[in-house]
C-alpha cells in the first residue's frame, strides 16, 4: 500500500500542468494570473507546514496535541467561515460554536461506533475533511441570510409591525437559508459513483486498496458529512438570524463591511 511515491522532480514537473490555466487566464484577460499564483504558493507552503506538523503529531501520539490540532482546525474553519458574514454581530463565535459541535459530535459517534480509532492519523485528518465542508456550507448560510433579509426587510417590517414576533417573521428565510447551505453537499453526494469518484475511495484505491473496502470507507464520509454539516448549518442559521434584531423585535440590516 506504499508503492505509491511521488519524487520531487515528479512533483516540480507535475506543476507545468498549471501553467495551462495561466495561459488562459493571460490571453483570456481573466486579470487571475497574480491570485492563481499566490494562491498555489500559499497552498504548498500550508500544505509542507502542515505536513511536518502532522508527521512529528501521529510520532509522539499525544491526545493533549490531538485535540488541540483538531480545535486549530476547527478555528481556522470559523474564520473563514465568517467571512462571508458581513456585518453580523459575533459571526466568528457563532461559526465556531457551529463547527465545534457538528464536528465534535460527528467525530464522537464515530468513535463510539468503532468505525475510527481514537487515533491522530485519523481524527485529524477526519476534523479537516468535515470541518471543512461544514465551513463552505456556513459561509452560504450567512450569504443567503444577507441576501434574504436586504431583498425582504419591508415584509418583515410589516410582519413584525402585526404583532409577529422574530422568529416566526424570519422563519421562512432560515429555513432557506439552511437549504442553501445544505444544497452542494446534497448535489456533490448525489454524483458520487456516476460522474464523480471522490478523493478518500480515489486515494485508498491508488494506495492499493481493494475498490469495494474503499466504498466502504466513502459511504462513512458520506454519512459524516450530513451529520456535521447539518449541525453546524443548524446552529448557525437559528442563531446568526437573531442578529438582524435588536431586543425591542426591530430589524437592523448589518452594514457591508468593506475589504
Not at 402585526?162 to 416566526?168: D, I, M, R, T, V
Request: one cysteine or more; proline letters at 3%.
Amino acid at each position: 500500500m506504499n508503492n505509491l511515491k511521488i519524487s520531487n522532480l515528479s512533483l516540480a514537473l507535475a506543476a507545468l500542468m498549471v501553467t495551462i490555466t495561466l495561459i488562459i487566464s493571460y490571453y483570456q484577460k481573466l486579470r487571475l494570473n497574480k491570485e492563481i499564483i499566490w494562491s498555489i504558493f500559499r497552498a504548498i507552503v500550508q500544505l509542507i507546514i502542515i505536513g511536518f506538523a502532522l508527521r512529528f503529531i501521529f510520532k509522539v501520539n499525544n491526545l493533549f496535541l490531538t485535540i488541540l490540532m483538531m480545535i486549530f482546525i476547527v478555528v481556522n474553519a470559523a474564520y473563514n467561515g465568517k467571512k462571508r458574514a458581513h456585518g453580523i454581530n459575533h459571526a466568528f463565535l457563532i461559526s465556531f460554536v457551529g463547527l465545534f459541535c457538528g464536528t465534535a459530535i460527528t467525530v464522537s459517534l464515530m468513535l463510539l461506533t468503532k468505525v475510527m480509532k481514537p487515533a491522530p492519523f485519523q481524527t485529524i485528518p477526519v476534523t479537516g475533511m468535515i470541518a471543512g465542508n461544514a465551513m463552505a456550507a456556513v459561509g452560504l448560510v450567512y450569504s443567503n441570510l444577507n441576501q434574504s433579509f436586504r431583498e425582504n426587510s419591508e415584509k418583515i417590517e410589516e410582519m413584525l409591525a402585526l404583532g409577529a414576533s422574530p422568529k416566526l417573521a424570519a422563519g421562512e428565510i432560515v429555513r432557506q437559508a439552511l437549504h442553501f447551505g445544505l444544497q452542494p453537499t446534497i448535489d456533490s453526494v448525489r454524483m458520487y459513483g456516476l460522474v464523480q469518484l471522490p478523493g478518500m475511495m480515489s486515494g485508498l484505491i491508488m494506495a492499493g486498496f481493494d475498490p469495494v473496502e474503499a466504498i466502504k470507507y466513502q459511504i462513512l464520509v458520506v454519512f459524516m458529512l450530513f451529520c456535521s454539516t447539518g449541525i453546524s448549518t443548524s446552529i448557525t442559521g437559528f442563531w446568526a438570524y437573531r442578529q438582524y434584531f435588536d431586543q425591542n423585535w426591530r430589524l437592523t440590516i448589518p452594514k457591508v463591511e468593506k475589504k
